[in-house]
């Protein structure tokens, strides 16, 4: 009896770490070596890519702002013009800023990763996020509302 249940427990412990590995050659999860078991995690990889994602587009968009604002400065003329949205273009900017700041805020809530520091990248990421948004004006008129324009279209 003894020899059934250790080799019943051999395979399925077998079985687990071919499934481990086959996810590990994917790079979704991480193998832990726990006691002779196997568990998966893809929490850290996740919330990196998507936290690396919102800091290249906010070093970008910055990097594309301040050449516009030496221009700005360096020209002698003093011509100011301003753009209101239509209301329908701002209702898809909000939609748009509330869904991703929900995606974010749920991923760093849900996650196992960075405990102890959610509430300081829920903070980060809601300001990186709205800076974004509603106040880069390359982020919207050169990513954002062109790619909203495509999907309309397709």
């Not at 020899?3 to 999860?29: C, H, K, P, Q, Y």
């Not at 749920?106 to 102890?116: D, E, I, K, R, T």
Request: glycine content about 6%; hydrophobic content about 50%; proline content about 1%.
């Amino acid at each position: 009896m003894k020899l059934r249940e250790t080799r019943r427990r051999e395979a399925w412990n077998l079985i687990g770490w071919e499934i481990a590995a086959v996810a590990a050659l994917f790079g979704f999860w991480t193998i832990a070596d726990d006691v002779g078991g196997w568990s998966m995690s893809s929490d850290i990889y996740c919330l990196l890519v998507m936290e690396g994602l919102l800091a290249v587009l906010v070093i970008t968009a910055i990097r594309q702002r301040v050449p516009a604002l030496r221009r700005q400065r360096r020209s002698s003329f003093e011509v100011t013009a301003t753009v209101d949205r239509g209301e329908h273009s701002m209702n898809a900017l909000y939609v748009m800023y509330g869904t991703t700041a929900i995606v974010y805020a749920l991923a760093v809530q849900v996650s196992q990763a960075f405990v102890g520091h959610k509430v300081l990248l829920i903070v980060l990421n809601y300001g990186a996020i709205t800076y974004l948004f509603f106040f880069n004006s390359w982020f919207r008129n050169a990513l954002l509302f062109p790619l909203v324009q495509r999907v309309q279209r397709d």
